[in-house]
Nanobody
Framework: QVRLVETGGGLVLPGASLTLSCAGF????????MQWYRQAPGTVREFVAF????????NYADSVKGRFTISRDNTKNTVYLQMNSLKAEDTAIYYC?????????WGQGTQVTVSS
């Protein structure tokens, strides 16, 4: 069992930056690959970014490549998503995700709204 808690969302202007955090409680996340997903109103949840256990391997959705950076601090049991040059189409609820023992775990999400 693990509880994931996302924080850091907010309302920002186009072109701004935000850093999201995903903290794990109840279990160490250090031995698991981690992902960020997002879901905009009326759409399906979509993959945003992936990071391997070591943090060496990362992967991004084409829509965020070059603007978003995923990282992790295993000493803090936390995964981050640095988001730069935000666009209106980045507006969504952002979730972190981990698979442990074949079971999917999601946080409650954090709302990111990009609007002028």
């Amino acid at each position: 069992q693990v509880r994931l808690v996302e924080t850091g969302g907010g309302l920002v202007l186009p072109g701004a930056s935000l850093t999201l955090s995903c903290a794990g409680f109840g279990r160490s996340l250090s031995i698991y690959d981690m992902q960020w997903y997002r879901q905009a109103p009326g759409t399906v949840r979509e993959f945003v970014a992936f990071i391997s256990v070591s943090g060496i391997r990362t992967n991004y959705a084409d829509s965020v490549k070059g603007r978003f950076t995923i990282s992790r601090d295993n000493t803090k049991n936390t995964v981050y998503l640095q988001m730069n040059s935000l666009k209106a189409e980045d507006t969504a609820i952002y979730y972190c995700h981990v698979v442990i023992g074949g079971k999917d775990y999601w946080g409650q999400g954090t709302q990111v709204t990009v609007s002028s």
